[in-house]
């Protein structure tokens, strides 16, 4: 099946130099997730023909919308999309009604017809009673729901929507998403959703796609990205945290400062462009013999690293948890503790000067507190302590990122 809308291109704006290759299937939905600044709103804007492509090529809706350099370019209205952005952009001297009707209008349909379409989507909306009104006589949630109305009246091929739910206060965000969540259901082009907020990712998309620094870094379900992140923002994201290593031929994990690591593989990244059937590795114990050899990225969930100081441990017990024995157990220091309510965040380095590995654990009221191995430690672990750090071999899990 042909992809609804597919995207293989470079484009350049002011200091980003982006690399998009992605596609979405008719009915299919994928959030595009990233930090401030990493190319995601770029790569809405050139879907909508608001940026020029460097580079490549963009099909929509089974036609070439553009070819750079040089090639074909439809214009924006010749693309036959639904887009809401993050401020919604409704027009303010028309009425909730004739916003929602004006995409119909512009396609030649009459006054008559483009308001009875329009009144069909904002009762599907569940805001039929606000078609009188205009834009600052609506709440946040309102609005956002008239933008949606007017981006699917037209019936698109594609809809992209850019942080849809951004402007939205902690409860009717939830609604709003809910109901988003089953217009998007119903929904049977391509959906684009820009957020930087995971939890809309999670609750919207089939998949998800991460970009950083213009860059998709990784693309799967929710699941596979909560079970197996590719990079340390996933980690982050998902309450993880972890470093990347190289895979070695025979199927060993090993990490330049820290030597071999043990764990478990989960599944393959998924790259950009590649399907999740041919792309998945399965899950196994134990390293997974037709890894090739790459790179991966190893990450454990952050309170399941477990944070030994040595002060607290029996005699003898420091050198043999250190010693070449006991797996997955590094020296690292005590970079910075940030104090929650249930539990104190530890920023670690690992090793050596050459291993620089940071990783974050999340340490029990107990530990932080100083009570460890049923000794007490005077003040506590506390920042530039020496400690050491297991990451116990079950919980590790890999996913090659190349
Ligand atoms: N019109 C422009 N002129 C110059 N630089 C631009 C322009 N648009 C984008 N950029 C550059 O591209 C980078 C990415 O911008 P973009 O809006 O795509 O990021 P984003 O991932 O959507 O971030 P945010 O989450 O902050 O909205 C910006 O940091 C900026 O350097």
Known sequence: MSAELSIKASVVVGDLRAEY???VQAGEVLAVLGPNGAGKSTLLRAVAGLVPLTRGRLRLGGRLAEEAPGGARLSVRERALGVVFQDYLLFRHLTALDNVGFGLRARGATRMEARAAASEWLARLGIGELSGRRPEELSGGQAQKVALARALATSPDVLLLDEPLSALDVESRSEVR??????????????LVVTHDPADAAALADRI???EGGVVTQLGTPEALATGPATAYVAALVGRTGFDVVLGATGTVVHEGLGEIQGTFVARAERAGATAAGDAM???DGNDPHATAGRAFASIRSELVEVLIPEALGPGEADTAAGETSVNTWPATILRLERGLGSTTATLLLGDARASVRLTARLPLDTALGRAGGLRIPGGPHEGQSVLVCLPPSHVAFVATR
């Open 21 to 23: 290759d992605l596609q």
């Open 178 to 191: 809910a109901e988003l969540r089953s217009v998007l259901a119903d929904f049977e082009g391509a959906a």
């Open 282 to 284: 399965g899950a196994g």
């Open 209 to 211: 796609a991460i970009v």
